[in-house]
């Protein structure tokens, strides 16, 4: 887990910080997580799904945030849908599910928040889908997705290229990566970045998009106050399947450690041990911490 020149990816995470939450009806972190264009045989069952990823977002009433639909030649939009309504839950990893009428009879409990008038105004075979914030970006759109045949110029987010080349398969949706545990959306439109599968819309009732990463818990910490130099730390990961530590001391680098943990010989004075456990999921981005005082016998 550790990258060139001993950094490792926790303390990657930890120097990049966490950005700081937007305050209401601000969308500009907000993104298209799925994209399904319907099939050939239940055309009518397209949807766009958003999702928030912060608090507060939820708040779209009066600020004209809309998702905008292209076919292939990305001309003229073939629909425009305003995001015109306060949703109920606005917490990050919310979504906001944009669809047509017909989506309740072919994924039945899926709810909208959202609807399209009625129409096809996606296909597999080549177009777009975009998210406009507010007003105050006049034509642009913060977020595009585009596929297949696509020959629109102008639109942000698609220099890596359309995210399916052939076309979205029938029957399939494409879902947009996740990074950090699960808890970010990857804010690329890269193909390498995107997947088709089975299409799974979820409204805003549904459960928020939860955390991938492994918890980590000291059960064993050195005394608050205490005269070892080379205390020994105990700790476990929630899930504990298949789990890996790194352990840092003070200032230090992150270095892996299993538990039990007997740090090296420490100065007199204050300290602060932190570990974090990785699994599958990825690496927990807030290690659990002890901090203690070693004083002189």
Known sequence: MLFRGGISFVAALLAMGALGAPASADHHLVKIAEVFPGTTAAPNTEYVELEMASSGQNVFGGTNATVTLFDADGGAPTHTEGLNATLTNGQSGRRVLVSVNDIETAFPGSGTDFLFNPGNFLTGAGGAACFKPDDSFGASFIDCVSWGNFTGVGLPSTTGGNISPGGITNGQAVHRARQLCDVDLIDTNSPADWSEAAPGPQSNDSPAA????????????????????????????????????????????????????????????????????????????????????????
Do not use: M, Y
Request: proline fraction near 11%; hydrophobic fraction near 25%.
């Open 210 to 297: 939860t955390s991938g990463c492994p918890q980590t818990e000291i059960t064993k910490a050195p005394r608050k106050r205490g005269t070892d130099r080379t205390p020994k730390v105990k700790f476990v990961a929630d899930p504990p399947e298949d789990a890996t530590f790194e352990c840092r001391i003070d200032n230090g680098a992150f270095e892996a450690c299993d538990s039990p943990h007997t740090t090296k010989r420490l100065s007199f004075g204050k300290h602060t041990f932190r570990v974090a456990a990785t699994a599958p999921g990825g690496t927990d981005p807030t290690p659990a911490k002890a901090g203690f005082k070693i004083v002189r016998p």
